[in-house]
């Protein structure tokens, strides 16, 4: 009986570490239309102070205007998407015009960035979107949890919409555009670290859930594959 107590014992002890690591939640926070002169360097202080790496998707006329705000966020660590260079909506688009769209941006870049998703503006998407995207070798990222962050000043609404609606494996879609959305997504980041969750870049999440991306192929969340 005391060889089975202890027997029992070990598998408890055993089982909570594993058990642990099962549950570890993860989530990636997306900001789109930066760089923003007035307010990434804001947010980028925000994300230093807690250790925390997120996914910016910028814009090429952005990167002309900031290219150190730019240059900042690659030396930071965090990860760099395509959101076009005009910002114009990418779907209705010839080919060409999406391609160049992405070639002008990356020519702005900084050395040795070289970014595998594209966000099309609005997340507006087509054939062309696709093809493109598939003949440079970029995946589409798209989103799980919009708080709508840019059409309010209410930083408590957006902090509820994605606190109510974050679960692992998802993708939050910000912008780091104005005073209410970078104090709402550094509290959201205060608040996902309480409930333990690994906030990390989108890459990065793609990487945990062992999904290798696939260009031209768009991606909104990676959950778990039981779940
Ligand atoms: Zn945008």
Redesign the pocket.
Known sequence: MRRILAALLCLGFLAFPVRGAEEQKYVALTF??GPSGKYTHQLLDGLYDRGVKATFLLCGYRIKDYPDITQRIFDEGHEIGF?GYS?KNMKDMSRRDIAAEIIDTQAMLPEGCKPVFLRP??GCCGDGVRQVAEARGLAILSWSVDPRDWATHDTAAIEQSVLKNVDDGDIVLLHDMTTSSVKAALDIVDALLEQNFRIVTVSELAKTRGVSLKPGKTYACFPKKDR
């Open positions: 789109d239309d959101h910002h503006p609005g």
